[in-house]
T-cell receptor, first 116, second 118 residues
Framework: EPEVTQTPSHQVTQMGQEVILRCVPISNHLYFYWYRQILGQKVEFLVS????????KSEIFDDQFSVERPDGSNFTLKIRSTKLEDSAMYFC??????????????FGPGTRLLVL | AQTVTQSQPEMSVQEAETVTLSCTYDTSESNYYLFWYKQPPSRQMILVIRQEAYKQQNATENRFSVNFQKAAKSFSLKISDSQLGDTAMYFCAFMKHEAQGGSEKLVFGKGTKLTVNP
């Protein structure tokens, strides 16, 4: 069964450095999402992406964050200058269509980011 | 803004027994969707069951069923005949109905860690 994959599984970086988290959504999916979960807290929505543009972003998704679908298969989340509070598990999700139409968001296994 | 609360951080159950995980939510929306996702250790979240708020009948998927109480804003998950493979973190999630079919973001609870004991 097709799965959403994410790389790397773990990343450690220094504060102020740029990181790129990579996701490969399921191949025929059209809607893409990033969520994050700070340790011990709720999974939070960051951004949704459809038709090569951001559909919605949360307050967390400030100018330090960007998303891109560079080649039709990968979906990346870039954090330009990481802060300590960016340490979290980042989940990518994709769906073929809208949940309202009966579709499902499929999640990747996550990338654990640690900012030192 | 919508919020989802899972009041049980951890639960355990004996194999073959039944367990119920609680979830409450707060919203002013009348049309929305509710979900239970399961995240086994070191694996991705997978959808267990979904419920449309406009449907009165409780959703069922094999051993998994929900008790949806719209007036009480409660959405509990019942797992019958628990199996060792049910050991996982369970997340309750909410999504409001977007009339124009825009972004569909999920709002999650903190999760309940369920352990099934042999």
């Amino acid at each position: 069964e097709p799965e959403v994959t994410q790389t790397p599984s773990h990343q450690v970086t220094q504060m102020g450095q740029e990181v790129i988290l990579r996701c490969v959504p399921i191949s025929n999916h059209l809607y893409f999402y990033w969520y994050r979960q700070i340790l011990g807290q709720k999974v939070e929505f960051l951004v949704s992406f459809y038709n090569n543009e951001i559909s919605e972003k949360s307050e967390i998704f400030d100018d330090q964050f960007s998303v891109e679908r560079p080649d039709g298969s990968n979906f990346t989340l870039k954090i330009r200058s990481t802060k300590l509070e960016d340490s979290a598990m980042y989940f990518c999700a994709s769906s073929r269509g809208l949940i309202m139409a009966g579709e499902t968001q499929y999640f990747g296994p996550g990338t654990r980011l640690l900012v030192l | 803004a919508q919020t989802v609360t899972q009041s049980q951080p951890e639960m355990s159950v004996q194999e073959a027994e039944t367990v119920t995980l609680s979830c409450t939510y707060d919203t002013s929306e009348s049309n929305y969707y509710l979900f239970w996702y399961k995240q086994p250790p070191s694996r991705q979240m997978i959808l267990v069951i979904r419920q449309e708020a406009y449907k009165q009948q409780n959703a069922t998927e094999n051993r998994f069923s929900v008790n949806f109480q719209k007036a009480a804003k409660s959405f509990s998950l019942k797992i019958s005949d628990s199996q060792l493979g049910d050991t996982a973190m369970y997340f309750c999630a909410f999504m409001k109905h977007e009339a124009q079919g825009g972004s569909e973001k999920l709002v999650f609870g903190k999760g309940t860690k369920l352990t099934v004991n042999p």
